[in-house]
């Protein structure tokens, strides 16, 4: 075992308490009261999945962008989903949600791959780099495209996720994919005699 692996004992106590992350729902979808919403493992995993299909982008670490999908939101783990019908300021937010990955990091052990996490969350929170940018666009891209999913799945109209991002993607990338989903939920919505709020 190298030493910038974590004991066996801190492995799986910190894969232990990562188990919440596929247990914990979205709240999102359930403040919609989707049936079997997604957890935050789920989002997280289509989002990685993102990173690994992307095309090759100048300057941007396609796999750092896999790495950091995984921990965009590993603290909610400890402080659950919180979103914006929550009312918590988004300073107070961050500030629960680093606590939460320090306290994580520390069940970690600490060393290299705990500083490597805090390294990519941060990078992600702050949108500091290329790499955030794109991967800040596949968070949306992936709420969007679970709320057309529920909208097929359910017969519902789930206006205020696409209403919410609109304008907000930084990349190229993901202002295509999300041009995409939108396109497809033109067309489904018609098909149905519906109308799109964006």
């Known amino acids: 075992m190298s030493n910038s692996s974590p004991s066996p004992s801190s492995a799986i106590d910190f894969l232990t308490l990562c188990h919440r992350l596929k247990t914990t ?11 079997g919403p997604e957890s935050i493992a789920d989002h997280m995993y289509r989002m990685a999945l993102m990173g690994l299909i ?3 982008i100048p300057g941007v670490n396609r796999e ?16 659950g989903d919180i979103t914006p019908s929550d009312g918590i300021p988004k300073e107070e937010k961050s500030r629960m949600e680093q606590a939460a990955l320090n306290e994580m990091c520390e069940v970690l052990g600490g060393g290299m791959r705990a500083d490597e ?3 990519l969350w941060t990078e992600y929170e702050n949108n500091s780099s290329l ?15 679970q709320a057309l999913e529920y909208e097929t799945e359910h017969g519902m109209v789930l206006d205020e996720f696409f209403l919410s991002t609109a304008g907000k993607f930084q990349t190229e990338l993901g202002k ?15 098909s149905k005699g519906k109308l799109a709020a964006n």
Do not use: Q, Y
Not at 177 to 188: D, G, L, N, Q
């Open 64 to 79: 750092r962008c896999i790495k950091m999908a995984v921990v965009h939101d590993i603290a909610e783990a400890i402080v």
């Open 117 to 119: 996490i805090k390294e």
């Open 131 to 145: 790499e955030a940018n794109l991967v800040k666009d596949f968070d949306k891209v992936e709420m969007i495209l």
């Open 54 to 56: 992307a095309g090759d």
């Open 25 to 35: 729902k979205r709240k999102g979808w359930i403040n919609h009261r989707i049936k």
């Open 176 to 190: 295509s994919w999300a041009a995409e989903v939108i396109s497809r939920r033109k067309s489904t919505l018609a």
